[in-house]
């Protein structure tokens, strides 16, 4: 048993409490390889934002489970030592779909895991996220639940379509389980293609009466954004040029973020927006440099451009710049 504190690693308590009590929103973004864990920790450091470093059941089968937590631990060596930031860090396990996954993230040492029994009925969400939370608050790590359920792909359990959560269930739940913060559905959903648009149509808003139930039901509980990229059009237009096809992808406008970061939702989730700005780098090193074979060439300035569109979320969308 690994205890997250002596790998110098927080859970969510404090943070979000200062981020719902603040106006402002963790970030949680998706790491499964060094580059995009070095832009993420460069990204924070550099913009003084507390971050939750996510690593998924799929991030696991690729990078491997035993050296992802030696990378989560040098991560924090390397902002401790090299950078001289101590932004707090936390390590959390997204969208753990079982009890003995759970188990397994906090004996290696994550400081916070989600239990996702969202594709469960509601009775069998409430007992299965009521067991890990049993037996995470044993060592002090933070457990998300989740209710309602996103479209799109949340790791092995594919949704078609998107159920919002139901506010008159959040008390009960929140009651019964004891969790420590709740995703919800309002309308965000994974990937790079969230909503099918019109020419020239805008995104739906999201569904704040949808959030305010919730936050009059359960007042100041965390509250939890999944499917939280923008995918800038700029980066699927970079990627486009340069050979990708990325058509019709489009995200969660900044501007909705913000707002939502200023109300009870405490934690935004990232990971689709990193992924498109890494390749659109790459892409465009392929194409611009066809001789060039060293990875380093490649993946330094996709590292760059990760770590600045980091930093410009912490400060310009979640607000978590300078809250560390
Ligand atoms: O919500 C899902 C995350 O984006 C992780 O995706 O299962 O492909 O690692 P992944
Ligand atoms: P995006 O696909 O919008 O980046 O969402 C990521 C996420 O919710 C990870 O849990
Ligand atoms: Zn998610």
Known sequence: MTDYK???????????????????????????????LQAIINGCAESKSPVILQVSSGARK??????????AQGA??????????DIP???????????ELCVSCIESGFSSVMIDGSSHTYDDNVALTK?????????DVTVEGELGVLSGIEDDVKAEKSNYTKPGEVEDFVKKTGVDSLAISIGTSHGAYKFKLAPGELPPPLRFDILEDIEKRIPGFPIVLHGSSSVPAEFVEMCNKYGGKLDNAVGVPEDQLRKAAKSAVCKINIDTDGRLVMTAKIRQVF????????????????????????????REVLGSADKA
């Open 62 to 71: 690729y990078a491997n489970q035993t050296m992802l937590r030696y990378m």
């Open 76 to 85: 924090v060596a390397m902002a401790r030592q090299d950078l001289k930031s």
């Open 6 to 36: 002596t790998l110098g690693l927080v859970n969510t308590r404090e943070l979000f409490k200062k981020a719902v009590g603040g106006g402002y929103a963790i970030p949680a973004y998706n790491f499964n390889n060094m580059e995009q």
């Open 287 to 314: 194409v611009e440099k066809p001789s060039e074979f060293d990875p380093r060439k490649y993946l330094g300035p996709a590292r760059d451009a990760l770590k600045d569109l980091i930093a410009h979320k912490n």
């Open 89 to 99: 860090i936390v390590l959390h396990l997204d969208h753990g779909d079982t009890y």
């Open 131 to 139: 067991k890990v939370v049993e037996y995470a608050h044993k060592y």
